[in-house]
């Protein structure tokens, strides 16, 4: 795998807690990520916000949704800021790119800027999901995955691929191997990610990993092509 978009939610940054953000978590990641650059892969990470807003969550009779959806793009702002940052003083050199316009924190994503870093081997991280209000990052992944011709998206996640049923509720629940578009757009039951992030992919032939994150190696897994967590394509 040539180039590859992992998506990581904000929980995940948020650590144990699932809230605000955890150096510690980031850490290892730049880590992960360095070992994935260094095989030759390129990495666009698309960070969620969920560690801090999500738009469904706070829209509410005084909050609109369109409000409470900036809010969320800000709040994967503030995940790719720091996650930059971490990256940066883990020696792996990166860019932050933002669909949300706010040039005093980091420059806005335009697919030119992005091929730039890569052909200096920068990871991008990528902030502000589709930089549209109503979708979710998981949209904003398949999106850029698509523009920035990446082979695949890297769904990041607790669990090690895709269950029909919740595996922390039902341990005898069992993991797919693989799905197909149709299978995950349609079975309800399958939640991991949004049906409009997974009809795009489907429409546009991109594959997509769902695999756990916090193993130690499972990134440069992903870029070996070796066969690791729900293959969904
Ligand atoms: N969001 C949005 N448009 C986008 C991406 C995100 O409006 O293209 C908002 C939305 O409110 C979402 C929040 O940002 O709930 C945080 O993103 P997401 O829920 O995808 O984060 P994750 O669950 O991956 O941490």
């Known amino acids: 795998m040539k180039r590859i978009l992992l998506k990581i939610s904000g929980e995940q940054l948020g650590g144990k807690s699932g809230h605000g953000f955890d150096v510690e978590v980031a850490k290892w990641l730049a880590k992960e ?3 994935a650059i260094q095989m030759g892969a390129q990495m666009a990470v698309m960070v969620g916000g969920g560690n801090f807003v999500r738009g469904e969550e706070i829209a509410n009779g005084d909050i609109d949704r ?4 900036n809010a969320g793009m800000l709040s994967t702002l503030i995940n790719a800021i720091l996650l930059g940052d971490v990256f940066k003083r883990a020696g792996v050199p990166v860019a932050v790119l ?6 005093q924190i980091a420059d806005d994503f335009t697919y030119r800027r992005a091929l730039n870093h ?3 081997d920068r990871v991008v991280i990528l902030a502000g999901g589709t930089g549209m209000p109503l979708v979710t ?16 998206v890297a769904k990041a996640t607790k669990v090690d691929g895709v269950y029909v049923e919740d595996p922390i509720e ?18 309800q039951n399958i939640r991991v990610m949004d049906k409009a992030a997974l009809g795009m992919a489907g429409d546009n032939h991109l594959p997509i990993v769902v695999f756990e994150l916090r193993k130690d190696g499972n990134v440069t897994k992903i870029v070996r092509d070796e066969k690791i967590g729900t293959k969904i394509g």
């Open 33 to 35: 990520v360095e070992e």
């Open 98 to 103: 933002s669909n949300v316009s706010a040039p």
């Open 66 to 69: 369109v409000t409470a959806d």
């Open 118 to 120: 890569f052909s200096k």
């Open 170 to 187: 039902n341990p005898k629940a069992h993991r797919l191997e693989s799905l197909t578009y149709d299978e995950a757009v349609t079975n």
């Open 137 to 152: 990052t998981d949209t904003g992944a398949v999106m850029l995955a698509l523009q920035l011709k990446c082979d695949v």
